[in-house]
């Protein structure tokens, strides 16, 4: 995928402001972690196994604020591969990519700093790499999908000061998730679909959720179909509905593709944890047995007993951790010790349920047609002008608010809901759309002025990418200016702003230093 060139200023300020965003991001996580001691939490913490030096102390004197929480889990898997049951809750693309880098990558620090640490270093890396490409993929995706360049600028920008912070650059998975995902969904969009169904899949090895990805292709075979259908006469439409076992097809070895590393990962564990055979031949280090004993963590096979899962119809090993180890069920979380985690993750529901509503009240013949139906060219309709609307309201929007949609409801209903924040954010692009809609709409600021009038004129949303801002200059970005103007800007305005920051600086203090945060 061929994302950066030097003639778009604005995908330039997309890729500086991320970096910056990313080094601030290091620089505060660092501050935070000496100023502020760790929480004494419940968390997941296997003893160190190799010695650790001088560099080793240096590393874990910066860095180790993002090895917190679920962290700790990539980082042992990528060290010792799957040792206890419960890891098996945690995909193996990311702990892969961390032990390849560490291994290769950082080879020639081998004589400075420990596996481990070696292991930290890639994962900070790779993450600050993952993160900055997915910002220039997602402007990619919003001029595709928006076809008005300023919003997929702003929408890029905005996930530059994400919410999820701390998540995108802590040795968690999301960064490469939204990587994967997001690149997958612009190469679907330009019609590369083997490319998207490549990406889609290797997301699905990263995290569990990719597998609903595999709806968006789906879907663009479905709307191929019937946008052939309703244009073909006579003998086209035959030759339209002749080339339906075509389609169905190769949607289907699309959505197997998908699908596929969740399977294999699921077969992966079945063997390791109900084979005698392969359990009995890996060599547990001893104090990760204590740890198993100490801990009541079920190893793979050691203690002569199969999990109750081997035995299922169809045993997956991922649901059984989610209802045994983490309690995830429908409203399972609904207690009211967990008033303040439903607090925490109000802004993303309200804006994510915000968005839904906005796009279905603008377009609610689209949305009832499933975006299949194609629009009367004739006459304007009152849902549609002559030519489509363009920004978040366009049609290309439909499916990515079912997706977006569909991830809220489950993750409200289903999930541990302060995780919701970092799980819509790194899986779809609409809380950025929206976000980005709502300050190009009402922040007077970024509205398009005269120079010569000093009044608003209306805003040029052409598909061309070539023409200028008005109001914005080339290299401008518009969060900072936001920033820059904060008392004369809108109280929406505040509000969108001010729950990115406060998130982002919040979830460094908190989540490097053990505190609860989502």
Known sequence: MQVVTG?????????????????VTLVLQALFNLLIPDHPADAFSPPRLSESGLCDWLVELLLGGLSRWDAEHFLFIAEHGYVYEHNCAFFPLFPLSLRAAAGRVLWPLQGFLCFRSRLLLSAVLLNTIFSVLASVILYE??????????????????????????????????????????????????????TSTLLFSLASGVRSNGVI???????????????????????????????????????????????????????YAYFWFCSGNAGSKYVVPRPLLQLAVDMRYHL?????????????????????????????????????????????????IMLGSWAAWCYVASNPWHCLTLGLARRETGRATAEFSAKPPLGFCSPGVFVYIVHSTALLIFGTFCMHIQVLTRFLGSSSPVLYWFSAHLLHTHEPLLQNRDASTSRAIPHLDEPSLGKPFLAWNRNENPVLR?????????????????????????????????????
């Open 7 to 23: 003639r778009d200023p604005h995908r330039r300020e997309v890729v500086h402001f991320a970096v910056l965003c990313r080094a």
């Open 141 to 194: 995706l919003g001029c595709v999908v928006l076809r008005c360049r300023k919003q997929a600028f702003l929408s890029a920008i905005l996930f530059c000061i994400t919410p999820a912070n701390v998540f995108m650059a802590a040795a968690y998975s999301e960064s490469m998730f939204a990587l994967l995902a997001f690149g997958a969904m612009w190469q679907l969009e330009k019609r590369r679909l083997w």
């Open 213 to 267: 990805n595999a709806g968006f292709l789906v879907y663009a075979q479905t709307k191929h179909f019937a946008s052939q259908l309703q244009r073909g006469t006579g003998v086209a439409l035959l030759l339209t509905f002749g080339q339906l076992p075509t389609l169905a097809v190769s949607a289907i070895l699309m959505c197997t593709s998908i699908c596929l590393p969740f399977a294999l990962f699921q077969f």
């Open 300 to 348: 793979a096979f050691l203690n002569g007993a199969k999990p109750s899962w081997c035995s299922w119809d169809y045993p997956m090993v991922y649901a059984y951790i989610q209802d045994v180890y983490w309690n995830v069920g429908f409203l399972r979380y609904y207690e009211a010790k967990q008033i303040p985690n439903f607090l925490l993750a109000a802004p993303t």
């Open 482 to 518: 936001l920033l820059k103007n904060w008392r004369q800007s809108t109280v929406l305005t505040q509000w969108i702003l001010g729950y990115a920051l406060s998130y982002w600086l919040l979830g460094l203090a908190l989540h490097c230093n053990f505190f609860p945060w989502t």
